[in-house]
């Protein structure tokens, strides 16, 4: 990929990578990472791009990757080949601490599987070796020192040790005791790793010993005392032997180790792989960084991108940092961004440009996941004042001298991003020379994005098919940069309103105008109407927008309302009937009940009882039969209609059966593990672990559930 030095400045991109490199454990991976470049091999790329968005998704999914900080062998695995070298114990801790911990990512791959793809294919080409942990642990304790046991000699010699280390001391306590009416207050110190009696120099000739020095006044004399000589000479030698055979042993160990040191190169590049990986993982998180879909045709299609640098200063003050929207793809390939001086235009650039930048470098960006972004072999950029004092040359100089680059270097594969287009110079000369390279950049089928005043500019945008103007909107009554691009509509600069508003005499605002041509004041008025009235439609716009949904809303809760409504009304009115029924029953009950009080006559009120129960059985016969009837008739009717469209019913139905199979396999095919999902009326968030054709595995983190892809939405 081509990409100068100057662009990478100008894009700011090493602050981006030194706010990376902070997150890296190891010093060496944090200078990879200020040293990082766009890629140039694109497989390379896609892949350190898909394991970032992994390792971030491993903060979120609560299944973290064990990694910590790790140690660089490469100080001293190549000396492994010589003869006699030998490794420390400090070389020998950094070995087993690296083998434990891919010992553990290794293992933490294979049981979250389907949560790192991409990462595993990496882990999984380097194997584990138990016996580098096992050899080490032979010889070191859990403290790292050499255990006794290492070899047979040293368990030997220090058995030796401690039995002449326990003689001297029993010797010096005696010495001591004896020689206590000669000694200073302190009564023993260490001299040169020896004990030695502190005796007042007075009498010091009193103490049969070996003197080893004086205080610094000269009032103590250090005296090791004789009867320690011998024994302490002895101590000395089997030091002498302890240190050999140690070394001896770290030889030997350092021969066993040797056997794998391929394998710990691997391991080494595994672990600086992954220290590479979650340092700009743990950045992502920082400035909400996600993976966008990738294009194999070059396209930007950003929607709510943020300048990552910005994003991160208004966080810390507590401010809103305003997103952009934008799209760049064959169709419109170039942008014509205008409007007043901090309205936003040079940001603007520098979010898309920067964003660009950092995903060809392989790193996630600030934007939404359903953003489109493909690849570009060239970016240029021209941004800002660059003067250049040791080559004497000024700005419009420098701007030519990077004109002449661009023309001989771009190609249909090149993003070109230009701050302040043609400015520098004389505006009309200025203005014609950037309509032609404006028109050549076009002619060479470049996409670019360019910052402008100039309204030739502008027109000669408007007259491309696949050029487009933008603007950065602003509050027509406030004169208040509101930072949002407008894509459609070219921008006016407000010069006079902005001057205006910053008080600056409204007779010489006037003066100035008089001096502009009416026909560039009058264009600049009608950009100026023009924006104001598209920023009211918008605005209108987006109220009806809000007004429709809002009775779409009401509208439904009113037919949900008047639904509940009939249904309680069929339930009144067969309530109303059953009560009216069981009220007439009532009344001949009590008329009944009065005859047989005055009569005491049983076989009427029997009589009276069982007409009415024969009167409503032969009610409900006739009702049965005409209902038998009906669905006689109506069955018929059916079996008729079924026997005459039934080709045209299995068509319809086949239909059917076939637009569910596509709405199901839509909705499988848009779904991949490692989506955050919610289940439909619930608030809390997921992320999808197994897809099992129409079933889906769901982590919460704390627990895991099953259910149908149909009840989950993506968010």
Known sequence: MQVSKQTLKDLELPKILSLISEFAFNEKTAQLLLDLEPYSDHEVLVRDLKTTHEYVASFESGN????SEFYYMSEYLPHLEIENYYLNVEHFFQIKSNALQIKEITKHMVKFEEYFPELIQITSKVLYEKEIVKEIDGV??????IKDDASSELLEIRKKIRLVSAKIAELFKKSIQHNAQFLDDIKETIVDDKRVLAVNSSVRKRVKGRLL??????SISFIEPESVQKPSRELEELKEEESKEIIKILKSLTAVIS?????LEEYEELLEYLDFTQAKAQFSAQINGTLPI?????????????????????????????????KLDPQQRIIIISGPNAGGKSITLKTIGLNQLMLQSGLLIPVHPKSEMGFFEKIFTDIGDNQSIENQLSTYSYRLKQMSYFIKNVNDKTLLLVDEF??????????????????????RQAFGIFTTHYTNIKIAAENLPEAINASMLFDEKTLNPLYKLEIGQAGSSFTFEVAEKNKIPFRLINRAKKKVEQDKVRLDKTILKLQQEKFEIQKTKNQVEELKQTSVEQSRELETTQEKIREKL???????????????????????ADQYLKSKNKKVLISNFLKWVEMENSKKTETLAIEKKKEKIVEKEIKKELKKNKEILVVEKQKIEEKKEMEIQKSIDNLKV????????????ATVDKIEGKTVLLNYGLFTAKVSIFDIYKI
């Open 64 to 67: 973290r990757i064990p990694f």
């Open 140 to 145: 070191f304790n859990r403290h790292g020192e």
């Open 213 to 218: 020095g004086t205080s610094k006044t000269g």
């Open 259 to 263: 056997v794998h040191k391929e394998l």
């Open 294 to 326: 990738l294009k194999e045709e070059l396209t930007i299609n950003l929607v709510d991108a943020y300048h990552p640098l910005l994003y991160l200063s208004n966080q810390e003050r507590k401010l809103k940092t305003i997103p952009q929207t934008l």
């Open 422 to 443: 043609g400015t520098g110079s004389d505006p009309e000369l200025g203005g014609a020379l950037a309509e032609v390279f404006f028109e050549e950049f076009y002619e």
């Open 570 to 592: 069929v339930d009144f009115q067969l309530l109303y009937d059953n009560e009216l029924k069981a009220l007439t029953i009532g009344k001949k009950m009590n008329e009944w």
């Open 674 to 685: 490692g989506d955050r999902v919610k289940i439909k009326d619930s608030t809390s968030v």
